[in-house]
């Protein structure tokens, strides 16, 4: 376990899981850095991760992580890339023997690894000091300042506190959860006023106490922008998932003014997964969060605006102008504007789902509530990436995960390196031709009721946690009327509304739609939303690339 010490100092973190290495590694590090930094020594990556998440709790800083690569159960590859998701802003070394350089090397692509030393590293004053001092003075110039964290007291099984914190985390809020029943949720419960009859209640980092707060509300009072600094911009992306994010990232790094308008929390169901191991550049795989919290922070340097919890309910044509109109009755206008709203889970349709969602019943991953299935039997409901991602992020833990497949076979949905990876995991079973007839529990899951489809025969199992990953319905009934969509409700663009080589009703220029532009003129669709569209992150990342270069022909010709 790491070592404890003055809080009150920034720390540089050290894991070895040879006890001698690790003490002179500490020893090193204290001779040179110990009277301004708090060093914190760990023998395991999990003692390591469990030292970071506490200090994070605390609101301390981390500067740098140094990880030996050779570490039995999680090697330092392993733990620096959960490290990141804890603190992305440290810096991250890996101390390396001279035959795994090769494996440091990948180590840059996959965490971001600021340097690697290789063993010995005496004399230091030669090989660790001066790599130190730039990876410290490099953290010192940047913006490291602790964010206070958010309080959230709530119930375990309620689903509207399971909302918050699944809000609050999606958005890289950092909070600490606290039950209702515990004595320091007690007593925060009391500092409020409240009786715990409404809940949750929300202490913002100010102490601002907010009971049942609704998503716009939470998003101003966590520091998160919900407001758009301007009244006209070039463009308006709608949707932050990778559709949103990438032509967020091309439009303001190629001069557009852009704000990015999105309806809950950006990463959209990429963001929710817990392994993307088929993106570009990442042969390790990455995490849904990590992803998106990369892509979030680029759009921002590059100058795009991001509005979370801003629900867009109507697009209309004034002259040149492009309208977007918000829930509350405000807008903001735009010479074009991208339509990347994604798609949602559909809704498992059987008798008790619905009043146990948020309680057991879980639609999309839910990270956050991973670690309350440690040891529990699992059920997830898909076929697809998605459902394979969560069954062996799942399987981590859990003592059993059993995917429900309606289908026949595995094959006719999910990639073939997920398939591997699930029938090699001994904790995953897969039952094809199984759907969930019904659900049942008094305040959260308890028992579902499973059908075989070819012989209809019904089975009760014990069960406190489903996710379900079935189907994807488009987010486009508020622009009925405004952009052709086809019977499904996606989005037609480019060649699909000239199928017989006439432009679509309505179409007043001399030209046809460009290749990503709807029926509206300057109105682009990108990602999940189009019609026909591929359904990956690679897919939708290129596509919002590809939309901002449109937009700019269809400035230039405007």
């Given at each position: 376990?790491?070592?404890?010490?003055?809080?009150?100092?920034?720390?540089?973190?050290?894991?070895?899981?040879?006890?001698?290495?690790?003490?002179?590694?500490?020893?090193?590090?204290?001779?040179?850095?110990g009277?301004?930094?708090?060093?914190?020594?760990?023998?395991?990556?999990?003692?390591?991760?469990?030292?970071?998440?506490?200090?994070?709790?605390?609101?301390?800083?981390?500067?740098?992580?140094?990880?030996?690569?050779?570490m039995?159960?999680?090697?330092g590859?392993?733990?620096?890339?959960?490290?990141?998701?804890?603190?992305?802003?440290?810096?991250?070394?890996?101390?390396?023997?001279?035959?795994?350089?090769?494996?440091?090397?990948?180590?840059?692509?996959?965490?971001?690894?600021?340097?690697y030393?290789?063993?010995?590293?005496?004399?230091?004053?030669?090989?660790?000091?001066?790599?130190?001092?730039?990876?410290?003075?490099?953290?010192?110039?940047?913006?490291?300042?602790?964010?206070?964290?958010?309080?959230?007291?709530?119930?375990?099984?309620?689903?509207?506190?399971?909302?918050?914190?699944?809000?609050?985390?999606?958005?890289?809020?950092?909070?600490?959860?606290?039950?209702?029943?515990?004595?320091?949720?007690?007593?925060?419960?009391?500092?409020?006023?409240?009786?715990?009859?409404?809940?949750?209640?929300?202490?913002t980092?100010?102490?601002?106490?907010?009971?049942?707060?609704?998503?716009?509300?939470?998003?101003?009072?966590?520091?998160?922008?919900?407001?758009?600094?301007?009244?006209?911009?070039?463009?308006?992306?709608?949707?932050?998932?990778?559709?949103?994010?990438?032509?967020?990232?091309?439009?303001?790094?190629?001069?557009?003014?852009?704000v990015?308008?999105?309806?809950?929390?950006?990463?959209?169901?990429?963001?929710?997964?817990?392994?993307?191991?088929?993106?570009?550049?990442?042969?390790?795989?990455?995490?849904?969060?990590?992803?998106?919290?990369?892509?979030?922070?680029?759009?921002?340097?590059?100058?795009?605006?991001?509005?979370t919890?801003?629900?867009?309910?109507?697009?209309?044509?004034?002259?040149?102008?492009?309208?977007?109109?918000?829930?509350?009755?405000?807008?903001?206008?735009?010479?074009?504007?991208?339509?990347?709203?994604?798609?949602?889970?559909?809704?498992?349709?059987?008798?008790?789902?619905?009043?146990?969602?948020?309680?057991?019943v879980?639609?999309?991953?839910?990270?956050?509530?991973?670690?309350?299935?440690?040891?529990?039997?699992?059920?997830?409901?898909?076929?697809?990436?998605?459902?394979?991602?969560?069954?062996?992020?799942?399987?981590?833990?859990?003592?059993?995960?059993?995917?429900?497949?309606?289908g026949?076979?595995?094959?006719?949905?999910?990639?073939?390196?997920?398939i591997?990876?699930?029938?090699?995991?001994?904790?995953?079973?897969?039952?094809?031709?199984?759907?969930?007839?019904?659900?049942?529990?008094?305040?959260?899951?308890?028992?579902?009721?499973?059908r075989?489809?070819?012989?209809?025969?019904?089975?009760?199992?014990d069960?406190?946690?489903?996710?379900?990953?079935?189907?994807?319905?488009?987010?486009?009934?508020?622009?009925?009327?405004?952009?052709?969509?086809?019977e499904?409700?996606?989005?037609?663009?480019?060649?699909?509304?000239?199928?017989?080589?006439?432009?679509?009703?309505?179409?007043?220029?001399?030209?046809?739609?460009?290749?990503?532009e709807?029926?509206?003129?300057?109105?682009?669709?990108?990602?999940?939303?189009?019609?026909?569209?591929?359904?990956?992150?690679?897919?939708?990342?290129?596509?919002?690339?590809?939309?901002?270069?449109?937009?700019?022909?269809?400035?230039?010709?405007?």
């Amino acid at each position: 376990m790491a070592q404890a010490a003055d809080t009150a100092r920034t720390v540089i973190l050290t894991v070895d899981d040879d006890p001698g290495v690790s003490r002179a590694v500490a020893r090193d590090l204290r001779r040179r850095y110990g009277a301004s930094y708090r060093i914190v020594r760990a023998e395991s990556g999990e003692s390591a991760l469990e030292a970071l998440r506490e200090l994070k709790l605390r609101g301390d800083l981390v500067a740098v992580i140094l990880a030996d690569y050779r570490m039995p159960q999680m090697n330092g590859i392993e733990f620096l890339e959960q490290a990141l998701d804890v603190y992305p802003g440290a810096r991250r070394v890996l101390l390396t023997a001279y035959a795994d350089t090769n494996a440091a090397i990948d180590a840059i692509n996959v965490v971001d690894l600021d340097h690697y030393l290789l063993k010995p590293w005496d004399p230091p004053e030669e090989k660790l000091y001066p790599v130190l001092d730039d990876l410290l003075q490099a953290w010192r110039a940047s913006d490291h300042r602790p964010v206070p964290s958010t309080k959230v007291v709530g119930h375990r099984w309620s689903a509207r506190s399971s909302d918050v914190r699944e809000f609050l985390a999606r958005n890289q809020v950092p909070y600490r959860w606290y039950s209702a029943d515990e004595p320091e949720g007690r007593r925060l419960l009391a500092a409020a006023g409240q009786d715990g009859s409404r809940l949750p209640l929300v202490v913002t980092p100010e102490g601002a106490p907010l009971v049942e707060p609704e998503a716009p509300e939470l998003a101003a009072r966590v520091g998160l922008a919900t407001t758009p600094t301007a009244e006209f911009y070039d463009l308006v992306v709608i949707g932050g998932g990778p559709a949103g994010l990438g032509a967020a990232v091309y439009g303001a790094s190629e001069g557009l003014r852009t704000v990015l308008v999105e309806r809950s929390a950006t990463g959209g169901q990429a963001g929710q997964s817990s392994r993307i191991e088929n993106y570009l550049g990442f042969p390790d795989g990455v995490s849904g969060a990590q992803l998106t919290d990369r892509a979030r922070r680029q759009a921002a340097k590059f100058g795009a605006e991001i509005l979370t919890a801003r629900e867009v309910t109507g697009l209309e044509v004034n002259g040149a102008a492009r309208i977007v109109r918000f829930s509350d009755g405000s807008a903001v206008a735009a010479h074009s504007v991208i339509l990347a709203t994604g798609v949602s889970y559909r809704q498992l349709d059987a008798p008790g789902l619905t009043e146990l969602t948020g309680c057991g019943v879980f639609y999309g991953s839910a990270l956050t509530e991973a670690a309350g299935c440690q040891g529990q039997d699992v059920y997830i409901v898909g076929g697809a990436n998605s459902a394979g991602q969560a069954a062996m992020y799942l399987a981590r833990g859990a003592k059993s995960v059993t995917l429900l497949v309606r289908g026949e076979s595995l094959a006719a949905s999910m990639s073939h390196y997920l398939i591997q990876q699930i029938e090699q995991a001994p904790n995953i079973t897969v039952r094809c031709g199984t759907v969930v007839d019904a659900a049942h529990g008094t305040g959260r899951l308890e028992q579902l009721t499973l059908r075989d489809i070819a012989t209809g025969k019904t089975e009760p199992v014990d069960a406190q946690w489903l996710f379900v990953f079935i189907g994807a319905a488009p987010r486009t009934d508020w622009l009925d009327g405004t952009v052709l969509r086809d019977e499904r409700g996606f989005i037609l663009a480019g060649p699909d509304l000239t199928p017989d080589g006439r432009p679509p009703a309505g179409w007043e220029l001399d030209r046809p739609p460009y290749h990503l532009e709807t029926s509206v003129p300057g109105v682009f669709v990108a990602g999940d939303a189009r019609a026909e569209s591929a359904k990956r992150v690679a897919s939708a990342v290129g596509e919002g690339a590809m939309a901002v270069m449109l937009v700019h022909r269809y400035l230039e010709q405007s």
